[in-house]
């Protein structure tokens, strides 16, 4: 009795013991967790890859954030242009960056999600970890201030009655302002001509210099030289405030719904999630901050802040966009 009193203790001990030390370890690994996620920071520079040449709305709007995102971050931030291919050249050397955190880019939507649909560039939506959305911003049907076209309607019954005299200047095919002139095109019933540029710069530029007669773009990219363009319709369900006095184009009976771009803040695949989450945490401090939010007004910038789920989801969301829509509106 004695000797199975003993063995019965020892067995109890022995489990007590080892519970003890499961709970310490997972204890430990739980608290090792949270300091970890707690005390990542970047280690030196980031390098912040924008897909588009410097002086676009992309390269603008990001440089605007940045400026302001250092004294979050800790770290200078430099922005790595990296343009052409409709961007894909850009996303393509963000998905293959070394994912330590001091990698990060800016894609913008829908154009990121139509190139993998049409084959450009070696990446996938699974390519990047998203971090936050930054800016949404509202397309509009431009035209030079020479251009004989005073209204959208005008231009539309023009394009109606002279099948593809007109020509159209985009920041690439299938890329977003592409789509947008197509959206327009399609739901009007006017056939045109659309003329690729490198980007959305150059792409306005062309429309400036009277080489095409119109294009689709977003506010934020022609703020500069706003003067030398007329906006003769907005892709919106109600009139947007920097333009009040311009129809949107489901008021003329053409797209009725909202189109623009998001531009986000993403990481390569595999960059660790304390870094995810520190960068989140330090871009949602930005956009809060009242300096940024000044500029950002002044640069006729949409801020919407998206932490890294909704981002995640919004990305599917213009992917799932494209797949569904590119092939009614590109036939």
């Not at 003890?20 to 980031?46: I, L, M, R, Y």
């Not at 939506?125 to 209204?151: R, Y």
Request: with cysteine; proline share 4%.
């Amino acid at each position: 009795m004695k000797k199975n009193s003993f063995i019965i203790g020892a067995l109890a001990c022995s489990l007590a013991l080892l519970a003890g030390f499961t709970a310490c370890k997972e204890k430990n690994a739980a608290s090792s967790q949270a300091q970890d996620s707690a005390e990542w920071k970047p280690n030196g520079t980031v390098n912040m890859i924008v897909a588009y040449k410097a002086g676009s709305g992309t390269d603008n709007t990001a440089r605007v954030l940045t400026s302001y995102a250092e004294k979050y971050v800790g770290q200078h931030i430099v922005i790595d242009n990296k343009e052409g291919g409709s961007g894909s050249i850009g996303w393509t050397a963000l998905a293959k960056a070394k994912p330590d955190g001091l990698t990060l880019g800016f894609i913008n939507l829908p154009t990121f999600c139509s190139n993998i649909i049409d084959h450009l560039g070696a990446y996938t939506v699974e390519s990047i970890e998203p971090i936050a959305n930054h800016v949404v911003e509202t397309s509009v049907v431009l035209v030079s201030a020479k251009s004989q076209f005073n209204s959208l309607k005008e231009l539309v019954d023009y394009a109606k009655a002279n099948p593809k005299a007109l020509k159209a200047s985009t920041n690439g095919n299938k890329a977003s302002n592409h789509i947008g002139a197509q959206l327009l095109s399609h739901s009007a019933g006017f056939e045109y001509t659309a003329i690729p540029y490198g980007g959305t710069a150059d792409q306005l530029l062309a429309l400036r210099q009277g080489e095409v007669d119109f294009s689709v773009a977003k506010v934020a990219d022609f703020t500069s030289f706003a003067s030398e363009l007329k906006v003769l319709g907005t892709f919106d369900s109600k009139r947007i405030p920097e333009y009040p006095d311009t129809p949107t184009l489901g008021e003329l009976g053409y797209y009725p719904n909202w189109y623009g771009s998001a531009r986000c803040i993403v990481a390569p695949k595999g960059t660790p999630k304390a870094a995810i989450e520190f960068y989140a945490k330090a871009f949602k401090a930005v956009m809060e901050d009242p300096e940024y939010i000044a500029a950002g007004e002044k640069a006729h910038m949409t801020t919407e802040y998206k932490n890294p789920a909704d981002t995640g989801t919004l990305i599917n969301q213009q992917y799932d966009f494209c797949k569904n829509t590119l092939a009614e509106i590109f036939k």
